[in-house]
């Protein structure tokens, strides 16, 4: 209470633009007395301190007198008396009194006094606050009701992210139970919150004219408060109907075109106007008839891959209408005509058919270059050279592992095309500063070659790096690297959940990533130093690999412009050493960067642009949200019981109980804002309604959900970072889970519905013990979702 008052207060004399009170010397010109030339009095006077109540005492009754020593130099005396339970008792001044008496003090109260004694010259600066308690009495009864303020009960026409106020009960409240719910179940808060918190805005985004139940329950030691009022309140209504967006044309195919393959995608332009819910596509063999495709897709998307090829040699009529709440109108019908039946088998041997070209570089699997292979030999020089660059030079070793702390997008969707273009400049400056134009990165590929690669061990080798905390023996964890693992990862459809979400990490990103990061350990583990090994590069080269390799079993890209039209804007620096932009669209191909792995096939398989992305969209009314308070030590198992209701457990029974391979819809789990243990490095488990958890629960355990590990910001704890280098909310890992699959394995297993949802976290050191520091876990969502 003491803190958040204190920094309300603070706040609001700067927002009204009032200067601080201390400021105002001038107001009390009488009492400035003339002190000479002594130079002890040509300055403010020093604080002074509280003599009665002996700061501490806690047993102060109804009335005290408070008295403070005499600052010499000190005309007057400001004084501020905060109550815990009552906020601010008195702040004046006193003048040259010395004393101030206090009356009708409350039990169970914590009071602060600042006192600043002052003269001509100014206020003395940065005075110690003194506290005492008075008499404690022991709760034998719950607390009173807390009264909310705002919104009022039956207000209508409240804003979509409220806040909700109160006053602090009386009696000795602990904390406070919240709850917002609303009839349909939509909402379901229940949270847990500390003594001096006095209200809450996290709701979230409601609907319009949504009815709301809020009802904040007092608790101490006794129980809680009985018979509170709830208040409710309605959000207000929808803003009128937008007008009918504008229309849309087709890219591919384009509008006439001929020969076109029959089992072509249809992709348009995005429509300019804002709000679109979704598209209506309908293709004819006729004009206006819709006898092939009559359908429509959601508003994020602009292509469609019909479920079976047009017939040949057909002109096909296709009408794309946005909609909002409105169709746009008067939209114009396009049309293409499809290619004729292949009628011969194509030519193989009379030499003029031309294959598409093959990239020039092949980034070869690290294991399989001997230690004098060219491409080490001039990996090698490279960071020789590099490091014996000027440092200013944009090609020096550490300029380049700079663009890393300065620029890397983690945890959010650019993390993929981020790391490509980085790689690939840097690949641009080993073959500018050492003459081999030849030259491809390698990779390391950590699930068929788990040890760090020899060719970064030995005490001469300008690519070892002493940091690190693993040896050339010890191997990496198969559950986050090994074979099993990895496929897993390769067979999701989703982008965001395969690599990285718009705002969090998926799975490539936060286990294989993340825990090759931390295992390796030193520069590795950290953001800001990790690009200064040069094993970073051939661990991203992995990433990347795995990625391209994604796309060529037919997984496509997200196609949101937000990610595809994203420019990376000075953040590299071309052979020349110029900043350079690039941007999403340019690296979503390694071929048209004209390399590919020499897991890729030699030139671009059509499969990739021609299948059509995938993503889920929530269902209405099926996310449960919990957010935690506090810390829990990394040792311990930490369950989160997320409270869903019947409907949810209905719903998300039905879809355990479908066939899977055919089933639109997935459960979900969010984890936002969790932030690491400073300085231990720990590998996290997650898992669901787990009966007994333990460290040495094994991740192939049924009810196992995902892994992930933290890729923290900050330089490594010896090199002046840990705890202080930190930044706060950069720390801060925000995840995405699929648990469609554990849930399932779980159903199946038990024969019986799936009655409740825990989840369950447990930390796992990467090696040694499992330490006593802590960490916060955060915002725990669960939401059922449907591909759309
Ligand atoms: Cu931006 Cu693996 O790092």
Redesign the pocket.
């Known amino acids: 209470m003491r803190l958040h008052y204190t920094n309300f207060s603070f706040f609001n004399s700067f927002k009204n633009g009032v200067a601080f009170p201390f400021l105002v010397v001038l107001a009390f010109p009488l009492l400035v007395q003339q002190q000479g030339c002594d130079p002890e009095y040509d300055k403010p006077p020093k604080c002074t301190s509280l003599t009665s109540p002996a700061p501490g005492t806690s047993d102060i009754g109804e009335t005290v007198t408070l008295k403070w020593a005499v600052a010499p130099g000190a005309s007057a005396y400001k004084l501020k008396v905060t109550s815990q339970l009552n906020g601010e008792l008195y702040s004046g001044d006193t003048g040259a009194k010395t004393e101030y008496t206090l009356n009708n003090l409350v039990k169970n109260d914590r009071i602060s006094v600042v006192i600043t004694p002052h003269n001509k010259h100014g206020d003395a600066s940065s005075c110690s606050e003194f506290s005492f308690t008075t008499v404690k009495e022991m709760m034998s009864s719950p607390p009173g009701c807390a009264e909310i303020t705002s919104p009022a009960n039956g207000a209508t026409g409240v804003e979509l992210m409220p806040k909700i106020n109160w006053k602090p009960a009386s009696g000795n409240p602990s904390g406070y139970i919240f709850k917002a719910t609303s009839p349909n179940g939509a909402l379901n808060l229940n949270y847990q919150l500390g003594a001096n918190v006095t209200s809450y805005e996290e709701i979230g985004m409601l609907a319009y004219e949504q009815e709301v139940t809020v009802s904040v329950t007092p608790i101490n030691d006794a129980g809680q408060a009985t018979g509170c009022q709830s208040i409710t309140f309605t959000t207000k209504k929808a803003p009128p109907k937008p007008e009918p967006p504008s229309c849309v044309s087709l890219l591919n195919p384009a509008n006439n075109a001929s020969d076109v393959a029959v089992n072509t995608s249809l992709r348009w332009n995005r429509s300019t106007s804002g709000g679109i819910q979704g598209y209506i596509i309908k293709v004819g063999t006729a004009p206006g008839e819709a006898d092939l495709v009559d359908t429509s897709v959601s508003g994020s998307k602009t292509s469609y891959k019909p479920g079976k090829e047009f017939p040949h040699e057909t002109k096909i009529y296709v009408q794309i209408t946005p909609f909002n709440n409105l169709e746009a109108e008067n939209c114009i019908e396009e049309s293409f005509t499809t290619e004729k039946e292949p009628q011969t088998p194509p030519d193989d041997g009379g030499g003029n058919t031309v294959d598409p070209e093959e990239p020039r570089y092949v980034r070869k699997n690290i294991a399989e270059l001997n230690f004098n292979d060219p491409v080490l030999v001039t990996y090698r020089r490279a960071v020789e050279l590099m490091k014996a660059l000027p440092a200013d030079h944009p090609h020096n070793w550490d300029q380049q592992a700079k663009i ?1 702390h300065d620029h ?3 945890g959010a969707w650019f ?1 993929l095309p ?2 490509r273009a ?1 790689l690939y400049y840097f690949e641009e400056t080993i073959r500018q500063v050492t003459g081999d134009d030849d030259f491809a990165l390698p990779y390391w590929d950590w699930t068929k070659n788990p040890q760090i690669p020899a060719a970064f061990w030995g005490d001469n080798n300008p690519m070892f790096n002493p940091t690190r905390t693993k040896t050339a023996t010890d191997t990496p964890g198969d559950s986050y690297v090994g074979e099993e693992e990895i496929d897993d990862i390769l067979t999701i459809e989703d982008f965001g959940l395969f690599a990285s979400s718009e705002s969090r990490s998926g799975a490539l990103e936060r286990t294989p ?2 825990y ?2 931390g295992w390796v350990g030193g520069n590795m583990g950290y ?1 800001n130093s ?2 200064k090994d040069a094993l ?1 590069w051939c ?2 080269a992995n ?1 990347d690999r795995l990625w391209a390799m994604w796309n060529e079993y037919g997984n496509a890209n997200t196609d949101d412009n937000k990610w595809t039209d994203h420019i990376f804007d000075d953040n590299f620096y071309d052979r020349s050493g110029n900043h350079i932009d690039i941007s999403v669209a340019d690296v979503a191909s390694t071929y048209s960067l004209d390399y590919r792995y020499d897991t890729q096939s030699a030139t671009e398989p059509q499969t990739a642009w021609q299948s059509l992305p995938v993503s889920y969209e929530a269902i209405e009314g099926l996310t449960f949200v919990k957010g935690l308070f506090g810390k829990t030590k990394i040792s311990e198992p930490f369950t989160v019981n997320m409270e869903p209701s019947a409907d949810f457990l209905n719903r998300l029974n039905d879809l355990l109980d479908a066939p899977p391979g055919d089933v639109p819809e997935a459960a979900f789990l969010f984890i936002d804002s969790i932030a690491p243990p400073m300085k231990e490095d720990v590998f996290i488990n997650v898992f669901v309604n787990h009966p007994d958890i333990k460290v040495s629960t094994p991740v192939r355990d049924r009810n196992h959900v995902e892994s992930f590990g933290f ?1 923290r910001m900050g330089a490594m704890p010896s090199q002046g970072g840990g705890h202080e280098g930190g930044h706060d909310h950069g720390d801060m890992g925000s995840f995405i889970f699929d648990m469609t699959p554990t849930l399932r394995a779980i159903r199946e297993a038990t024969n019986a519905p799936i009655d409740k949802i825990q989840i369950q976290l447990i930390a796992v050191p990467f090696s040694g013990n499992a330490a006593e520091a802590m960490f916060s876990p955060g915002k725990f969502m669960i939401q059922l979702a449907k591909k759309s």
């Open positions: 890393h890397c997008p983690h993390f981020w790391h980085y990533h993340n090759i990061h953001v990790a690009a970073f661990h991203h990433v890729f």
